[in-house]
């Protein structure tokens, strides 16, 4: 249960009147940015615990993070260039489904291992006290640390296809921050929902599938009218995958990657108040 620390000043020996007090905390706000920032060892930590478990004992370790996506791009351009026929904006399919499958991969990992990443972690929430919001915050670094080792193949294939760098690269960190915001949004509103309601723990898959074809990553966003476009810029990660091609390739830039980053800020704005208000019940009913 979050709580308010207020502490006099340092106690004294046989000083009984210097305590510290721990209260509930009440209301929607503050988020207690400042508790976050002296707890920031903790996450990397916890961070780095996430990594050590999901690669221990495997036999090829983080080399997972470069097999899985390779044989994916594979398997796609296979299906939806060779037999589809699918159109690429101009590029070659491999590194345009490539450039999507990236960040989708960091957008995956908040939905799978962010969701139920509180009670997974129940042990915890139930006996100490430390900013909750650490937990889902832990799985999304894990995969971002997943997307940047993958990020090599990305460099690979610029080379491999001869594409020419530009100016626009200077904004593909950007849309990688967007990507990991996206990610940490649906996490920390995930979580919080698993907690109360366990069916959202046998919805994820579903809904990560369903997802993951809903976001033009196989496709390009030119196969739909224009109206249909602003209802695709609603889906946070869309917008992210654009921005991504539209920085490698040079491609039109769309008006719903402007959507989805107010989407993204959107999500993560009441995801953080949602998460703040409710965490207080966590340590009862995980």
């Not at 920031?40 to 999901?54: A, E």
């Not at 070659?92 to 969701?115: D, E």
Request: charged residues 15%; hydrophobic residues 55%; proline residues 6%.
């Amino acid at each position: 249960m979050p709580v308010d620390i207020a502490s006099s000043a340092t106690p004294q020996p046989g000083d009984v009147s210097a305590v510290r007090v721990i209260e509930p905390s009440s209301g929607w706000l503050p988020l207690r940015v400042r508790e976050w920032w002296d707890y920031r060892d903790l996450l990397y930590f916890l961070t780095w615990r996430d990594i050590k478990v999901r690669y221990k004992q495997t036999l090829i370790g983080v080399a997972w993070t470069l097999l899985q996506p390779l044989v994916t791009v594979v398997l796609f351009t296979v299906i939806f260039n060779h037999l589809a026929k699918l159109p690429a904006d101009g590029a070659p399919y491999p590194i345009f489904f490539y450039a999507g499958y990236l960040p989708w991969q960091v957008f995956s990992v908040a939905l799978t291992r962010g969701s139920g990443s509180l009670v997974m972690n129940k042990e915890l929430v139930t006996k100490i006290y430390f900013p909750r919001i650490f937990i889902p915050a832990s799985a999304v670094l894990g995969g971002f640390l997943d997307f940047l080792v993958a990020s090599s193949v990305l460099v690979g294939l610029l080379f491999y296809y001869d594409i020419a760098f530009s100016a626009r690269l200077f904004a593909l960190p950007a849309f990688a921050v967007l990507a990991a915001l996206a990610a940490l949004s649906v996490a920390i509103w995930l979580s919080a929902l698993n907690v109360r309601y366990r069916d959202v723990q046998y919805t994820t898959p579903f809904l990560t599938q369903l997802w993951f074809f809903a976001t033009p990553i196989a496709y390009t966003t030119t196969i739909f009218p224009g109206a249909w476009k602003w209802l695709v810029g609603a889906n946070p990660i869309a917008g992210v995958v654009e921005g991504f091609r539209w920085s490698l390739f040079g491609t039109e830039f769309q008006p719903l990657i402007l959507i989805s980053v107010a989407v993204v800020f959107g999500l993560l704005a009441t995801g953080l108040v949602y998460f703040r208000r409710t965490e207080r019940t966590f340590a009862d009913v995980v």
